[in-house]
């Protein structure tokens, strides 16, 4: 569904993807992991278009997208839930959720994707008149993730969706990862919580300043010492 090939990108002189080579196969959740500053946000901004690769390839379902705009991104079948959640914190959660509807115009079909947001994540629903800024970190995460699925997408990226939350949401944000996987959602996934996702990804790749280190099924990373020491706290 989705290929990297050899894959750079700057932020002005600063190098910060060396030549990325992944793949994301359908139905598959892959996980990204790798220290702060490793690159894993760049990555999944140069695939969203966010930033663009200065040199090779972003293949989404054979086509190139490297050198395409955000928006267009968005209307292929990628969605992506940002680092920090980024809601707008003045809208309330229903018109957060509105916008990440804006490229369909048919009001029914919104309100449907509006209502499985709300079964997602009850807590949306009684919060819907909220503002954003008035949530707590759990519920805002819920949104952002609300959010990127109002445009139905195929491919999903995730960035860092525990971070800050406590123990008893970051379990349910990852149960909520691993239901939508079930129900059809390929998933790129970035994690600073390494341990949890090797536990629910199918793959995994290791990245470490801007290049990849290591690659293969999620189980296998997880077992190598060299992984367990550097990101999962040794044993």
Do not use: W
């Amino acid at each position: 569904m989705l290929e990297l090939k050899d894959v750079h990108t700057y932020y002005g002189h600063i190098h910060a993807l060396q030549g990325i080579s992944l793949k994301v196969n359908e139905g598959e959740i892959v996980t990204l992991i790798g220290a702060n500053g490793a690159g894993k946000s760049t990555t999944l901004r140069t695939i969203s278009g966010m930033v663009k690769a200065r040199r090779g390839e972003v293949l989404y379902q054979g086509k190139p997208i490297q050198r395409l705009d955000a928006h267009k991104i968005v209307a292929m079948g990628i969605g992506h839930v940002p680092e920090g959640r980024r809601i707008f914190p003045r809208l309330t959660v229903e018109e957060n959720l509105e916008i990440g509807a804006f490229l369909e115009s048919d009001r029914k079909i919104v309100q449907e994707r509006k209502e499985y947001a709300f079964q997602l994540f009850p807590r949306l629903y009684e919060r819907r008149t909220q503002k954003g800024g008035t949530l707590s970190g759990g519920e805002q995460q819920m949104l952002a993730i609300g959010r990127a699925l109002m445009q139905n997408p195929k491919l999903l990226l995730m960035d860092e969706p525990s971070m800050g939350l406590a123990p008893v949401l970051v379990d349910f944000i990852f149960e909520t990862i691993q239901n939508l996987n079930k129900a059809g959602k390929t998933i790129l996934l970035v994690e600073q919580n390494a341990r949890i996702a090797l536990q629910i990804a199918h793959r995994g790749y290791v990245l470490q300043t801007g290049r990849l280190t290591f690659s293969g099924p999620a189980a296998e990373l997880a077992a190598r010492p060299e992984i367990q020491e550097a990101y999962l706290g040794g044993h």
